[in-house]
């Protein structure tokens, strides 16, 4: 859906209507997302599997701090609370990489085996940093269904930003259980690009 090419979607009446006052926020590669009244969005995803899966995951994550809360959804689409803040991604560009978002990345990593999820990994683009440096998920993806045991494609784009070394230092001096599988990990990754 990157390149905006038109597809249609018969979607019930509750979403219909909706639509009608909602303004367009964005779209991605699953969906388009929209800002409704009472700081709520609807995402419209062009597959309902990939719909199902990340309502399930929204279920799940429903306690944590992390997660958007979800409303309601139909087949093709799911109703939840709105994020706001900046795009971790974007947010590092302008001002770096602090101390503060380094160990709030890592508690976020901590509170993913705590869900249970089998892959322990984020993009940085559906990452969200609010004013206090608090972090949230915008778009989890087969966190119950795929196995990655460390962070590979967030630390690969910390790795494009430039601050991949002053994470790790990070991580060392916090969180050292997790610094050598973590270092080990990455640095072949990075390297050869296998896992």
Known sequence: MGKRDGYYIELDEIAENMLRGANFLG?????????????????????????????DILKKTSKSKYFPEVYFHGDYYIVRSYISGERLDYYI?????????????????KEFKKLGFTKLDIRCKDLYLDDDFSIKVIDPKNNYSKNCDYPRHLMKGLSKLGVLDNFLEIVKKEYSEDYG???????????????
Not at 93 to 109: F, M, P, S, Y
Not at 181 to 195: D, S
């Open 181 to 195: 599988k973590w270092n080990f990990k990455i640095r072949r990754y990075l390297r050869r690009g296998i896992k």
């Open 93 to 109: 560009k302008q001002n770096g990489l602090n101390k503060e978002i380094a160990v709030n990345i890592i508690q976020l990593i």
């Open 27 to 55: 779209c991605g590669h699953n969906g388009i997302v929209y800002l409704l009244e009472d700081n709520k969005v609807i995402k419209i995803f062009r597959n309902k599997y990939v719909c199902k899966n990340e309502y």
